[in-house]
């Protein structure tokens, strides 16, 4: 949510199997279900929304990672020179246990679910 469907569309080009909401006409899909969905096609969530992060944490979740961005530049190509980093310095971690990455400006933070 909140992502550009380039980014999809970049990650589909790199051998991932990504879907942005608004391409299947669920644009305004209620958080909890867009989780729910996430969990049932065995997805990460990509967002600039940090109530998906805090859906995780309060019903203490371990089915589903997000990677959410707290960023000013939300622009494709910024979100996918992270997304870059992100692969790179966490594809292991993700690969074993969903987390929850939290991409800043200077910074980014993994933690293990459930939290």
Known sequence: M???????????SIGHDAVHL????????????????????TRTILTA???FG???AFTKSSLVSVIQFRLFDLS???LISKLDIV?????????IDPVIITVQENKIRLKKLPL
């Open 2 to 12: 909140g992502i550009s469907y380039q980014v999809a569309q970049w990650l589909n």
């Open 87 to 95: 692969f790179d310095k966490f594809s292991d971690e993700m690969s």
């Open 76 to 78: 494709p190509d910024n």
């Open 54 to 56: 805090q859906i995780l």
């Open 49 to 51: 929304d940090m109530d």
């Open 22 to 41: 608004s391409n299947e006409g669920l644009h305004t899909l209620e958080d909890y279900l867009i989780v729910e969905k996430a969990i049932k096609e």
